[in-house]
């Protein structure tokens, strides 16, 4: 079974495009793509989520409340954190060890390198 990849963003051109490379990038996996955290959720409750890869900033739920609600569900499933401009580095960085959160990129990110991220994050739960 291909793994499952749930990229959850508010901004529909950047959520397409992303899920988009991705797919394209990398046929093995199935790149599943939310404009809220809510939707993702649903997703979640399906069992067969691989990955979350999920925006700080959204209306409604952020980034770190979705972090907390997949690690509820199952604390295994690898979370990555984006964040662009606007967030201070170092408060994201902060927030993101207290709440025990790894790993973090910022936009815009080289696709290449998430790419990398995120095979080690799925090496790393087989």
């Not at 696709?111 to 090496?123: E, H, M, Y």
């Amino acid at each position: 079974m291909k793994p499952l990849i749930c990229v959850v963003d508010d901004e529909p051109e950047l959520l397409e495009n992303l899920r988009y490379e991705l797919q394209a990038l990398r046929p093995d996996w199935d790149v599943q793509a939310f404009g809220n955290g809510f939707s993702a959720l649903q997703l979640l409750l399906s069992g067969r989520i691989s990955l979350v890869l999920t925006d700080i900033a959204m209306p409604d739920m952020d980034g770190y409340e979705l972090y907390g609600r997949v690690k509820d569900y199952d604390p295994n499933i690898p979370v990555i954190m984006m964040t662009g401009f606007g967030y201070d580095p170092n408060h994201v960085l902060v927030r993101a060890k207290v709440d025990g959160l790894k790993d973090v990129i910022f936009k815009p990110f080289d696709v290449d390198k998430l790419i990398a991220l995120i095979d080690k994050k799925l090496s790393e739960r087989e």
